[in-house]
């Protein structure tokens, strides 16, 4: 992603049949920053994450879970988890979605 340029972060990753597409935008020792495209009925299980972690949806619906509590997410929808809180989350789709 050229510096200081404005992107369409959904334009950033391609939908793969049966498949979940990521790539990385950012990597350091602070972290990293992940856009993800997933196809209809794919997900990621619930987990915890070793860095402050965003969840944004760039397009599509999401089944979400946080520690245990599922919710329907739709566009432009996001939540924050703190490094350390231990807060599991995952996500299923119905349909096409990117997220980041």
């Excluded at 992107?7 to 793969?16: D, E, F, H, I, K």
Aim: proline share 4%; charged share 20%.
């Amino acid at each position: 992603m050229p510096p200081g340029q404005k992107v369409r972060l959904a334009s950033l990753v391609s939908y793969q049949e049966g498949s979940v597409v990521s790539r990385t935008l950012l990597e350091d020792k602070a972290g990293t920053v992940t856009l993800f495209a997933f196809d209809a009925g794919q997900g990621l299980s619930e987990h915890t994450a070793p860095y402050d972690a965003l969840l944004q949806l760039l397009e599509g619906q999401a089944e979400v879970t946080v520690a245990g509590t599922r919710a329907v997410w739709r566009l432009a929808t996001r939540s924050c988890f703190r490094r350390g809180s231990l807060t599991p989350f995952g996500l299923r789709l119905g349909s096409r979605c990117s997220s980041r």
